[in-house]
């Protein structure tokens, strides 16, 4: 692959370990980081001639990595920066880059009394790959506050998309594989600082009390299952505290598989079988994942 021309930086055979907050994964093929939009277009027009699968990543938080080589190219637009505020008639907007860090994006809005996120606290991931999940936590989700996106599609250059134009569901949107959410905008209320960051204080506090933070996780594996919580079932099987080779399931929060030091992702994803498998013996429910599996054989097939 010729890469001259190319502003960014690419990275070869990159272990996806380093990326991902489960810290499990093979080597990926090519690792890029774009210096700008016409940078990240330039890229995906060279993968799509070559037919180069591509796809991004934000802070890997809510991927498992399969252990084997993933012959793609997966892009990350973490160095693009970008974020501003501005008033509109009487309406406060934060236009930010996808590649920004959430905590990052809710610290700026607090600082500037800013309300509207600051309950989706302390989420890992960046503004991309949180609307394509359409993350949400204590009440909050992300696209509530969405005026629009700028988002590339293919070969097609970047489009304003509004958020009528758009679908968000429970930890889903329209946003499609090779689509990269390069920036949004939030409408913003005003709202006393001190409050703010009294919601962001709960929320941490909160979630330290909640989930192991002391081990590599990908957050919540399962979806809820009609409003019910997938720990529920987890614990009600008695799986808490269940491990295959370095995967556990955490003593903490029965949705939480954390990886004990050595983990390899094949072992959480036995751990992920297993729990399927034992939660529809004795309840007949059927939990799906929350977290993307990358690589394994059930996306491969899916192509
Ligand atoms: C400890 C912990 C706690 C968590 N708590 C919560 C929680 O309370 N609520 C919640 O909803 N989630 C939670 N998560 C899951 C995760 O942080 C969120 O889903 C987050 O929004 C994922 O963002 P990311 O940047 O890490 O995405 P990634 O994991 O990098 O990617 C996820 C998906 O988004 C896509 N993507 C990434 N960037 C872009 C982009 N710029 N454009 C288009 N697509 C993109 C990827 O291709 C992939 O399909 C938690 C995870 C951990 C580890």
Redesign the pocket.
Known sequence: MDWKGIRGEVLQNVSMKRY???KVGGNVKYMIYPVDNEDLIDIVARLNTQEIKY?????????IVNDGILDEAIIR?TKIKMLRKKEENGLYKVKVS??T??KHLIRYCAEHGLSGLER?Y????????????????FGAT?SDCLEYVELLKNNYGVKEVQKNEMFFGY?TSS?G?C????SAQFVLKKRDKKEILKDMEYVFNE?KKR?P?EYP????IFKSVNNEPAWKFIEKANLKGLRIGGACISEKHGN?IVNMGDARARDIKALIEKIKKEVFELFGVELVE???LWGFEEERESI
């Open positions: 991902t907050s489960m796809r991004f990543l934000g802070n890997g938080t809510n991927i637009i996808g590649g860090s959430l989706l302390w989420i890992p991931g960046t503004v991309g790959g949180g609307l394509k999940m359409n993350a949400s936590s992300i930890r946003i594989k689509d990269c959410v390069v979630r989930h933070m996780s990908s957050g919540s939480f929350e977290v993307e």
